[in-house]
């Protein structure tokens, strides 16, 4: 597993590719396990807080308790429009719960939640892929990075 940071400093145009589609939309598409193992789809906001990708959740979402329970999420950059501009981002990995009274405070203070009990996670990266049309659309790349490798690219026509 590596850090939103970590990520970044291997691989920074990756990295702020994979960002700027984080950062186009405001909302996403977030991947947890039910108690039974299957999958349970939520949106979400995510936040990037040096060196951390992170997001919040409302106090005992069900998203939340999936992840007390079983950490392990996946994460869909919500696509904009169907152009594919800038191209389609999914990361997975490990979320870790934040509970350090002094981080909470800094969150909330900077984020403003709407309510004063929230979740606060960290994710961890074990895979970041990034899917793009070329730019004379004959084919899709696929750029995929995991933790202490190369960027792997493929491209299918």
């Known amino acids: 597993m590596a850090s939103w940071q970590q ?18 939309n405001k909302h996403h598409v977030l991947a947890t396990l039910r108690h039974d193992g299957s999958p349970r789809v939520s949106g ?12 919040g959740s409302m106090w005992q979402a069900i998203k939340a308790r999936d992840l007390q329970r079983d950490g392990r999420y996946a994460l869909h950059s919500n696509p ?23 981080d909470l405070r800094e969150y909330y203070e900077a984020t403003k939640p709407p309510a004063p009990e929230f979740h606060l996670f960290r994710l961890t990266l074990s895979d970041v892929v990034l ?3 070329d730019p004379g659309g004959e084919f899709l790349l ?15 026509r």
């Open 7 to 24: 990520f970044a400093m291997e691989q920074p145009e990756l990295a702020a590719a994979v960002r700027s589609r984080f950062e186009a």
């Open 142 to 156: 696929i750029q995929t990075w995991r933790p202490g490798g190369p960027v792997r690219s493929v491209e299918r």
């Open 80 to 102: 904009g429009d169907e152009s594919m501009s800038g191209g389609d981002a999914k990361i997975s990995g490990l979320a870790i719960e934040v509970t350090d009274p002094a």
């Open 44 to 55: 979400t906001e995510v936040q990037f807080r040096d060196p951390d990708l992170t997001f």
């Open 131 to 133: 899917t793009s049309v």
